[in-house]
C-alpha cells in the first residue's frame, strides 16, 4: 500500500508539471487516468510510446506505428497504433462501473460490476490480431478522406477476460438475434452528449464465438486508457472498430445494428467493384466483417545495406482475419518469380503469424523485397492496391522494402 501510494504520488506530481498547475482532489483520480488537460499535452509521454510512432490527428488522437516497431512478436503498449473517433472519456469511476445488456432480444436488461464479471465467469487470454479497417488508405488514388494510414494501424496483443458467449448465455438471449451492439464512455469530439462518437457492433455468431472478449487485461497489466480501461470489446479479426472501447452497454438487436458509423458508407465497401471515383448509392455499400489476407515485413528497415555476397534475415507477420494464413512468400523481382518464407502456425486463432527467410541477391545493385500471403482459401494478397472504395478501407496490397547490395 505504501508504494503504492508514493508511485501515485509520483505520478500526479509528473502530471502536474506537464499541466503546469496543482491538480487539485489529485488524490481522489482513479488508477491509469489521465486528466482530460494531458490529452493536449505530448502523446509520447501521454500514452508511453515509442518516439518513432506517427501521430495522424490530435483531435482525436489517431496514431500508427512503423514496421520496424511491430516487429516483437507481441505488440507492446508503446507500439500499439491508437484509433480514437472521440474523447478519452474524463471520469473512470472504476469501482462503479457496470456493463449494462439490453435490446429488443433480450426478456430484460442486466447489469453487471466488472467485479462480477471478473468473478462470476472464467477468464480466458488470447493473442489476437485488431487491424483498423483503413489501414493503409493512404495508397488508395483517388484519394481518400480519412486518417491517412499508411501500415502501421494493426496489433497482435494477449487480451484477458470473459467470453462474450458466457455473459450472453447467462442473462439469456431471444432467438431472433441477430447482432450486438455496443455502447461506451468516451465524448463526442463535439462534447455533445446525446451523441455518440461511434456505436458499431457484429453479427451474433462472431459475438458468440470464443475468442470474442470482454477484456480488461492487455499483455497481463490493466489494458491502457488509450486502449479502452477499464472494459474494452475485443473482436479478433474484424476491423478494429468493431472492438468498442470503454464499453459500458451491450445492445442485443433484432436487426442489425443501427448505431452510429454503422449506416451509409462508414465501414463499408461496395458490394460489387467499381470505378476508381465512382459515387456509391447507400444501398450497394456492404458491411466489412472479416479482414482480408495481409503481411508485413518488420525486419530489417527499409533502405537496409548490406554486402555483396552476404545473405539477409528477414522477417515479419501475417493474417487473414477469421483465416489462417498458409503460405507466405517473398520475391526481389518485382513479383516476377517467388520464393517460400517459414511460416509458424498461429498461437490460437485469429493470432498473426510469424515468417522468416534468409534472401540472396545475385549482384550488387538496388532491391525491393516483396512480401505475400496466401490465406486458407488459397486467396493471395495483390502486388498493389486493390479495388478502390470510397472510404480507402481494405487496402491488402504486398509491402515492400527497399534494399541496396553494395
Known amino acids: 500500500m505504501k508504494r503504492r501510494n508514493f508511485v501515485k504520488k509520483a505520478t500526479l506530481t509528473t502530471m502536474a508539471g506537464i499541466i503546469g498547475a496543482d491538480i487539485v482532489f489529485g488524490a481522489n483520480m482513479p488508477l491509469n487516468y489521465n486528466p482530460m488537460a494531458l490529452q493536449d499535452a505530448d502523446p509520447f509521454q501521454l500514452f508511453g510510446l515509442d518516439k518513432e510512432m506517427v501521430v495522424l490527428n490530435d483531435k482525436p488522437w489517431n496514431i500508427e506505428a512503423k514496421a520496424h516497431l511491430l516487429d516483437e512478436k507481441i505488440t507492446s503498449n508503446k507500439n500499439m497504433f491508437i484509433r480514437n473517433n472521440g474523447l478519452i472519456p474524463e471520469n473512470i469511476d472504476v469501482d462503479n462501473w457496470v456493463l449494462t445488456i439490453d435490446g429488443e432480444s433480450v426478456s430484460e436488461s442486466k447489469t453487471y460490476s466488472l467485479k462480477d464479471l471478473k468473478s462470476k465467469f472464467k477468464q480466458y487470454t488470447y493473442q489476437l490480431t485488431v487491424e483498423c479497417g483503413g489501414n493503409g488508405r493512404s495508397e488508395f488514388n483517388p484519394p481518400a478522406k480519412g486518417n491517412q494510414w499508411t501500415i502501421g494501424a494493426v496489433s497482435c496483443a494477449n487480451w484477458t477476460g470473459v467470453r462474450l458467449q458466457d455473459v450472453l448465455n447467462d442473462i439469456g438471449i431471444k432467438s431472433d438475434a441477430v447482432y450486438i451492439g455496443y455502447h461506451a464512455a468516451d465524448t463526442h469530439i463535439s462534447r455533445d452528449p446525446n451523441k455518440e462518437p461511434i456505436s458499431r457492433g457484429v453479427p451474433i455468431a462472431k459475438a458468440m ?127 516476377a518469380t517467388w520464393k517460400v518464407c517459414t511460416l509458424d502456425k498461429p498461437v490460437n486463432r485469429l493470432a498473426w503469424q510469424h515468417f522468416s527467410a534468409s534472401v540472396s541477391f545475385p549482384k550488387k545493385g538496388y532491391y525491393e523485397i516483396w512480401a505475400k500471403a496466401t490465406d486458407a482459401n488459397g486467396v493471395g494478397q495483390p502486388m498493389l492496391v486493390p479495388g478502390w472504395n470510397p472510404k480507402g478501407y481494405l487496402n491488402n496490397a504486398c509491402h515492400r522494402i527497399a534494399v541496396k547490395v553494395n
Open 209 to 335: 464465438q470464443e475468442e470474442t472478449l470482454l477484456a480488461f487485461k492487455m499483455n497481463g497489466e490493466d489494458i491502457p486508457v488509450s486502449h479502452g480501461y477499464p472494459l474494452r470489446l475485443v473482436c479478433g479479426g474484424w476491423p478494429a472498430s468493431t472492438s468498442g472501447k470503454w464499453v459500458n452497454r451491450i445492445s442485443i438487436r433484432n436487426i442489425v445494428h443501427d448505431g452510429t458509423k454503422m449506416m451509409g458508407t462508414a465501414y463499408r465497401v461496395p458490394c460489387n467493384a467499381v470505378a476508381p471515383g465512382d459515387v456509391v448509392k447507400d444501398e450497394d455499400m456492404c458491411i466489412i466483417e472479416s479482414m482480408p489476407v495481409k503481411s508485413l515485413l518488420t525486419y530489417p528497415k527499409s533502405g537496409a545495406m548490406i554486402k555483396d555476397g552476404n545473405t539477409l534475415n528477414i522477417r515479419g507477420h501475417a493474417w487473414a482475419g477469421e483465416l489462417a494464413v498458409e503460405k507466405m512468400e517473398y520475391s526481389i523481382d518485382f513479383g
